[in-house]
């Protein structure tokens, strides 16, 4: 029984000292990419995500090329298995890990971008005045309607059913999470980032964005694409590149990006990258879809055995 496998890639929030090292140390072509991102950032990105210290690693700026680069590495270690995706999308950041992996952005260009897309969102926004709040066991349409705030607070993801991500002032987030609490949430989880992402409080940094990624060489996307913000397929380097500076102040449809590619025939997801955070997403969307992991060598192999075993 063949298998219609998609990649998926992760976002802020996955990151971790230690992350990409057993990767590095064992694969020359996962290498490569450190000595690229450490090139064109001029930084020793392997000290970074390997030691950290965690306060370096945890900045924005810094955070976003590092998980990209793991990721990267992780992805060319597939790759050279033979493994290969007939679908990709990625969460918010991760969309820049899967714009390489359909190769419509080089790695370079790609490491710059996020970068400069760290820095422009870390300045949007002064340090302590946003938040972003994950909300669990509500429905989305009770959200939406404690969100109505004036603008000062949006949906920022919709994860999958019952966890959807707010976002923007710190005041007013505190405000609606008392609401939650009141309205029976099961669980209210602020996150650790002060940014709030994907709202309208991102639109300098999404301009700022824009006029970089218009001077990028770009192709068309040579397998499919789910973007996040509209969770459907893009196949013209055009889209992408709408897509990749709108979610900045979009909510990303992760759960429909889900439903869509499950819906387009998908039965295997791969996370690419650290962390496990977009399975845990897929299995509360669908449990009927199988989930793997690719982060260090023990999924790897179990992501190996489990393909060979189950094609």
Request: with cysteine; proline share 4%.
């Amino acid at each position: 029984m063949s298998h219609k496998v998609a990649f998926i890639f992760p976002g802020q929030g996955s990151q971790y000292v230690g992350m990409g090292k057993e990767f590095y140390e064992g694969f020359e072509y996962a290498r490569e990419v450190f000595d690229i991102a450490s090139e064109v950032l001029d930084i020793d990105m392997k000290r970074l995500c390997f030691e950290g210290p965690a306060d370096a690693l945890n900045k924005t700026e810094n955070t976003q090329p590092a998980i990209l680069t793991v990721s990267i590495s992780a992805l060319n270690v597939l790759n050279k298995y033979d493994i290969k995706a007939d679908v990709v999308a990625g969460h918010s950041l991760g969309e820049y890990t899967a714009a390489v992996a359909v190769g419509s952005i080089g790695i370079r260009d790609a490491i710059m971008l996020v970068r400069k897309r760290g820095q422009f969102m870390q300045e949007a926004v002064p340090e302590g005045q946003g938040m972003m709040v994950a909300i669990l066991g509500l429905d989305k349409k009770i959200v939406e309607e404690m969100i109505d705030t004036g603008g000062m607070v949006t949906v920022a993801n919709y994860n999958c059913p019952g966890q959807i991500v707010i976002a923007g002032d710190k005041k007013t987030v505190e405000e609606v999470v008392k609401v939650a609490r009141g309205s029976g949430a099961k669980k209210v989880v602020p996150l650790s980032v002060s940014i709030p992402s994907h709202t309208p409080l991102m639109g300098k940094a999404a301009e700022r964005l824009e006029a970089i990624i218009d001077d990028i060489d770009m192709d068309d996307p040579h397998i499919p694409l789910v973007c996040n913000i509209s969770a459907k397929f893009v196949d013209s380097k055009e889209e992408l590149k709408i897509s990749l500076i709108q979610q900045l102040t979009n909510p990303v449809l992760w759960e429909d990006s889900v439903k869509v590619m499950i819906d387009a025939g998908v039965d295997t997801f791969i996370e690419v990258g650290p962390g496990n955070v977009l399975s845990g997403l897929v299995r509360r969307t669908d449990k009927g879809v199988r989930t793997l992991n690719v982060g260090g060598l023990q999924n790897l192999e179990e992501t190996l055995k489990e393909l060979t075993v189950g094609s």
